[in-house]
T-cell receptor, first 112, second 112 residues
Framework: SQQGEEDPQALSIQEGENATMNCSYKTSINNLQWYRQNSGRGLVHLILIRSNEREKHSGRLRVTLDTSKKSSSLLITASRAADTASYFCATGLTGGGNKLTFGTGTQLKVEL | DAMVIQNPRYQVTQFGKPVTLSCSQTLNHNVMYWYQQKSSQAPKLLFHYYDKDFNNEADTPDNFQSRRPNTSFCFLDIRSPGLGDAAMYLC???????????FGPGTRLLVL
């Protein structure tokens, strides 16, 4: 089964609204990363949060990490049509070396 | 600009005809990864190199091979492509454990 499960699978909002995506994972991690993927393109790194951190911000993005619940959330504030993409969480497992395991992804659509 | 480059962007091959996908990087990163991503799914790690050390995922079919002749280049060889190997193939690099991965734009493989 997937290390990372994302919720919701799909999200449709209006421009200007906030979008929240959640990621749950199963095993101990040393970091969790969020990536964005526009249709048919490569992945773009958004934020990396380490297991000893609880919250990070980058521009309109806010990521939280709760290691006791094995979950993370990505909040995009004041969304724009250009934010339309798939968003993936990826976990770096404790003892997992150089690998990341990607979650199932959330497809975000921001409508004008 | 430092980047990860994949060629070609689109590749059409015939069932059973060997195909090679290439990836190059100007980031001078130690680690290079190959992922397979099928439509609406998460990227799935096939294998990765840490310098010259090759790390194969347990469930990667033998049909998939890789070569890394130097730091900058990494190749994915599919010896006998089947219809089920049609997918986007993503190359990524990182400087090591717990670090951001930088992705190329991907090569979309079509098998006829």
């Amino acid at each position: 089964s997937q290390q990372g499960e994302e919720d919701p699978q799909a999200l449709s909002i209006q421009e200007g609204e906030n979008a929240t995506m959640n990621c749950s994972y199963k095993t101990s991690i040393n970091n969790l990363q969020w990536y964005r993927q526009n249709s048919g393109r490569g992945l773009v790194h958004l934020i990396l949060i380490r297991s000893n951190e609880r919250e990070k911000h980058s521009g309109r993005l806010r990521v939280t990490l709760d290691t006791s619940k094995k979950s993370s959330s990505l909040l995009i504030t004041a969304s724009r049509a250009a934010d339309t993409a798939s968003y993936f969480c990826a976990t770096g497992l404790t003892g997992g070396g150089n690998k990341l395991t990607f979650g199932t992804g959330t497809q975000l659509k921001v409508e004008l | 600009d430092a980047m990860v480059i994949q060629n070609p962007r689109y590749q059409v091959t015939q069932f059973g005809k060997p195909v090679t996908l290439s990836c190059s990087q100007t980031l001078n990163h130690n680690v290079m990864y190959w992922y397979q991503q099928k439509s609406s799914q998460a990227p799935k790690l096939l294998f990765h190199y840490y310098d010259k050390d090759f790390n194969n995922e347990a469930d990667t079919p033998d049909n998939f091979q890789s070569r890394r002749p130097n730091t900058s280049f990494c190749f994915l060889d599919i010896r006998s492509p089947g219809l089920g190997d049609a997918a986007m193939y993503l190359c990524a690099t990182s400087s090591g454990q717990g670090q951001t991965q930088y992705f190329g734009p991907g090569t979309r493989l079509l098998v006829l």
